[in-house]
């Protein structure tokens, strides 16, 4: 049997129907290894053209031709196609294949036999055919001996390594598992391996290799996706890598590893099913502090159960809070392995949690004193930020995430500062976005924000700003952007129109045109008070 799924010219002519018509090799005896996939008799001149490849040609002769030039034709045209090999039955039509045909067949390297007995050609096509059958039988038990000894490594407590060091032994080659983008996460080399092939040295050369040539893997190299559950980008979570490194690799190999790339995905599905709900277990323990059903007396304990040890010092509550776009529907688990790994390089002890329903991924951090709060705030946001991107839940066009840090404490008030985060980092959304938002100077939009269902807020908000709204939404020369400026410098005209790029005249008619529209003096604190309050709630205001 043939490991690429066939069997060989020599082992066809040692079967029983063609050994009975006594075959007789009389061009390229060297190449009977040739790979036979199927048996096809016929008698037309141009039967080339309904071969594929790899088939075993039976014929009497009668469609080689009577000249020369035909039959040199006919034979091209076979080795052209890339058959196994032409057997030809002597008899009426040749007594002896004629010397051009025979050379002919030498010059294309195409293995020419003849019969010097006339033989039943159905019966060496079901010969073939049973022996091709049941060698494909023959490899397709390999394949399920390497999924039958990776199920056993896992059911015995073993993981993916295992796994991988299992097909690396049967393959003869180095084995890699990289995420869908490339990345690396487990390589196995085979245990007959010597210890210079080092399999990550060797997947380093072929990153090498990819990035030269920007053309995928080399070539023999079998690739296998192994599957994500999902659609589109998440139809795939991991691909196995098996390059040819020490021996070709065959169809054979193929097929194990695709039975090994079924098993992989249910690991990896079950890793991640385990490491999502560990996270929502902690995005569990971090809500019921913040709604004060653990008290705070017990939640050290239960931190610590949870893996957060933190030192003497306060505890810093921080709450992110993906726009409804980005809430991601099955990645919580990429998300927060991608925020943990980002958050390793902060150096201080973290409790993450995630809360699918709400969007919302709550932390406690355990700083060393109050003065490392703004050091630690920025390195925290900047890794929430990168945790999304590298969990691909930003969206074009979507608002960002919004990252607002409360107050530092102890566990007696890490419960209130991470309810105080949670609710700000709601009220946030829709304000000019920064790398973090600090609660504490927040408290008038939490308080616009939750009185944003009463109808005394949009009824403030139109007496306040409603004509200026009006005329905006009539005019292409907008005017609240420019009163936005005005009030953020505190009522100071020279910094306002140098934000607004505009000469002083033109800022001081704008100025005079708002004063006319909403009526009122523009100089006056209360005025200046209360159209800033109705600047900031208008973004709740129905």
Same mark, same amino acid.
């Given at each position: ?86 057997? !030809? ?48 039988? &023959? +490899? ?23 796994? +991988? ?24 080399? *085979? ?14 050369? @072929? ?58 995905? !249910? ?42 040890? *933190? ?6 509550? !921080? ?36 809360? *699918? ?44 995430? !919004? ?14 500062? @991470? ?34 269902? $009463? ?18 939404? &009539? ?5 609240? *952007? ?18 607004? $790029? ?26 200046? @008070?209360?159209?800033?309050?109705? +600047? ?7």
């Amino acid at each position: 049997m043939d490991s690429q799924g066939g069997i060989t010219v020599r082992r066809a002519l040692e079967l029983p129907g063609l050994r009975g018509g006594l075959p007789e090799v009389v061009a390229c005896a060297d190449r009977l290894d040739r790979t036979v996939r199927w048996v096809h008799a016929g008698e037309v001149p141009n039967i080339a053209s309904l071969l594929k490849g790899g088939e075993l040609l039976l014929t009497t002769g009668l469609g080689l031709g009577t000249r020369p030039a035909e039959q040199r034709a006919f034979v091209r045209g076979l080795a052209d196609r890339g058959i196994a090999a032409l057997v !030809v039955e002597l008899g009426p039509r040749f007594d002896r294949l004629p010397a051009t045909l025979v050379e002919t067949a030498r010059a294309a390297g195409l293995p020419v036999v003849q019969l010097h007995r006339e033989v039943a050609f159905v019966s060496v096509t079901e010969e073939v055919h049973t022996e091709i059958v049941n060698g494909h039988y &023959a +490899l397709l038990r390999q394949a399920e001996e390497v999924h039958r000894r990776c199920t056993e490594a896992l059911l015995d407590g073993g993981g993916v390594p295992q796994v +991988l060091r299992i097909l690396a032994d049967f393959a003869g080659n180095p084995v890699f598992l990289e995420t869908a983008e490339g990345q690396l996460l487990y390589a196995a080399a *085979p245990g007959a391996a010597p210890a210079a092939a080092d399999p990550l040295q060797i997947w380093e050369g @072929l990153r090498g290799q990819r990035a030269a040539r920007a053309a995928g893997p080399p070539a023999g190299t079998v690739l296998v996706d192994v599957a994500g559950g999902g659609h589109g980008t998440a139809a795939v979570r991991a691909r196995l890598v098996l390059p040819a490194v020490s021996a070709p690799l065959l169809p054979v190999h193929r097929m194990a590893a695709e039975r090994a790339a079924g098993i992989l995905a !249910v690991v990896l599905m079950q890793a991640r099913q385990e490491e999502e709900l560990a996270a929502r277990g902690r995005g569990d323990f971090l809500t019921d502090l913040a709604a004060g059903r653990i008290l705070a007396e017990d939640a050290p304990a239960q931190a610590k159960v949870l893996g957060f040890k *933190p030192g003497e010092g306060p505890l810093l509550p !921080v709450v992110m809070r993906l726009a409804s776009e980005l809430s991601p529907s099955g990645s919580w688990a990429l998300l927060a392995r991608a925020v943990l790994e980002e958050l390793s390089s902060v150096g201080v002890p973290v409790l993450l949690g995630v809360r *699918p329903v709400e969007g919302r991924v709550p932390l406690l951090l355990g700083l060393r004193s109050e003065s490392e709060r703004t050091a630690v705030a920025d390195r925290v946001a900047t890794a929430l930020r990168t945790g999304v991107e590298r969990a691909g839940l930003e969206r074009a066009g979507a608002e960002p995430p !919004v990252v607002v840090v409360g107050v530092a404490g102890g566990w007696a008030a890490a419960g209130a500062g @991470l309810q105080h985060a949670a609710e700000t980092a709601t009220a946030a959304q829709g304000l000019s976005d920064r790398p973090w938002y600090d609660a504490r100077r927040l408290d008038i939009d939490l308080l616009l924000w939750r009185l944003r269902d $009463h109808p005394d807020l949009a009824a403030f908000v139109d007496r306040a700003i409603g004509p200026l709204r009006e005329h905006d939404r &009539a005019s292409r020369a907008a005017l609240l *952007p420019t009163l936005e400026v005005y009030l953020a410098h505190a009522g100071r005209k020279a910094e306002t129109a140098r934000e607004l $790029h505009l000469n002083r005249q033109t800022l001081y008619n704008r100025l005079a045109r708002i004063a006319e529209l909403l009526g009122t003096d523009l100089d006056d604190p209360q005025t200046v @008070l209360a159209l800033s309050l109705a +600047l900031r709630a208008r973004r709740h205001a129905p």
